[in-house]
C-alpha cells in the first residue's frame, strides 16, 4: 500500500518533470527561432516568468539546457523520418529514397540543424548536432542506399550516392540558392533527388521491385506540386 510520504515524493517528482519539460519548451522557441539574436538565460526566466535560479534547479548550466532542447528536436526527427518510411514501405525504390530525403530535409530545415553544426553554438554543441543528425538521417540514408544496391536497383556504389545526397542536402540547407529562384530548400531538393535517382537507379528487372525512368516522372512531382510532408 502507498504511504503518503511516497505519493509526496512521486507528485514533486512529476511535478518537477513537467516544469524541466515547460523550460525546454520555451528554450526551443527562444534559442532556435529563425533569425533570433543571442538570448540568454534572463530572457529566457523573463518568457517564463519565474527565476533563473528555478531554472539551474533542473539544469545547471545553459549547455544542459540546450542539449535538452536538441534531444527533444531530434527525437521529433526520428518520428517524422520512421512514419516516412513506413509510409513509402511496398514502394518502388525511388518512392522510398525519395520520401525520405523530403522529409529529412524538411525536418532538418525546421529545426536548423545545418546553421548549428556550422557554427552557432559552443563547439561540444556543434559536434553534438553533428553526431545525432549522422545517427538519426545520414546512417539511416545509408542503410536505403545499401539495400538498393542489394536489390541490384543502384549500380553506382551506395557509399557514392550517399556522400553526393548528403553534400545536396547540407547544401541547400544553408545555401542563398532557394532564396534566389523563389523556391524553399525542399522544392530544390525534389530537383535533386530526381537527378540522382534518375542517373542512378537501373529499370527494373524481372523479380526486382525497383522504379525505371517512366515511374520516376509520375513520382517525383515538379516544385510547388505538393506540400512536403511526412
Excluded: N
Amino acid at each position: 500500500m502507498e504511504t503518503m510520504e511516497t505519493k509526496s515524493v512521486s507528485q514533486v517528482s512529476e511535478h518537477g518533470g513537467q516544469r524541466a519539460d515547460v523550460i525546454v519548451e520555451a528554450a526551443g522557441r527562444l534559442f532556435f527561432a529563425p533569425g533570433s539574436v543571442r538570448v540568454s538565460m534572463d530572457d529566457l526566466a523573463r518568457e517564463l516568468g519565474m527565476s533563473k535560479k528555478t531554472i539551474y534547479r533542473h539544469f545547471p548550466d545553459k549547455r544542459s539546457l540546450l542539449a535538452a532542447v536538441l534531444d527533444r528536436q531530434f527525437a521529433a526527427v526520428e518520428r517524422t523520418l520512421t512514419a516516412a518510411a513506413q509510409d513509402a514501405q511496398g514502394q518502388p525504390f525511388g518512392v522510398r529514397v525519395q520520401r525520405f530525403l523530403l522529409a529529412a530535409g524538411s525536418e532538418l530545415g525546421r529545426i536548423g540543424a545545418a546553421q548549428l553544426a556550422a557554427g552557432r553554438g559552443d563547439a561540444m554543441l556543434r559536434q553534438y548536432v553533428e553526431q545525432r543528425v549522422d545517427t538519426v538521417v545520414y546512417r539511416r540514408l545509408d542503410e536505403l542506399f545499401r539495400d538498393g544496391h542489394r536489390q541490384g536497383l543502384l549500380p553506382a556504389p551506395p557509399e557514392l550516392l550517399s556522400e553526393i545526397t548528403r553534400g545536396a542536402l547540407e547544401r541547400l540547407l544553408t545555401s542563398q540558392l532557394p532564396r534566389e529562384l523563389d523556391r524553399t530548400a525542399a522544392d530544390l531538393l525534389r530537383a535533386t533527388v530526381d537527378t540522382v535517382l534518375y542517373g542512378a537507379i537501373r529499370p527494373p528487372h524481372s523479380g526486382h521491385p525497383g522504379t525505371g525512368d517512366e515511374q520516376l516522372e509520375a513520382v517525383i512531382p515538379t516544385a510547388r506540386d505538393e506540400e512536403v510532408g511526412p
